[in-house]
């Protein structure tokens, strides 16, 4: 576990990475996938930050991403269209009973939904 895990989660967070994550899933959304999981492996099974601008880059490399989609990327998590939509989807978590993260929803077709988290 990482020396300092309450300043790298209670005063850093995770902001950085979610807007990143949300630009990746706009514009580029077939590395969310290995992205989102390079994010978990980097942090948590090698024990790196993933907070600075280095730290996401390397991941976003990791994910198979080129320089200019990880340029592109960075840009856009700036804009407010990113800022909005991440602003909805965690409205939306919320409601529907996300605590924390990891949560994920699984459903069948559709239906039988169910949350898991951790």
Not at 95 to 108: I, M, S, Y
Request: charged residues 25%.
């Amino acid at each position: 576990m990482k020396a300092d895990s309450f300043r790298l989660i209670g005063m850093i967070g995770s902001l950085q990475q979610q807007r990143f994550a949300t630009a990746v899933l706009q514009s580029h959304p077939q590395y969310i996938e290995h992205l989102v999981r390079s994010f978990f492996m980097r942090s948590w099974s090698e024990d790196k930050d993933v907070h600075t601008v280095d730290d996401i880059t390397a991941v976003a490399k990791s994910a198979g991403m080129n320089e200019k989609e990880i340029e592109d990327c960075f840009a856009a998590m700036k804009t407010d269209t990113v800022k909005n939509l991440l602003k909805d989807v965690t409205e939306e978590a919320a409601e529907r009973g996300a605590f924390g993260a990891p949560t994920t929803f699984w459903h069948e077709n559709g239906e039988n939904e169910q949350m898991f988290w951790g």
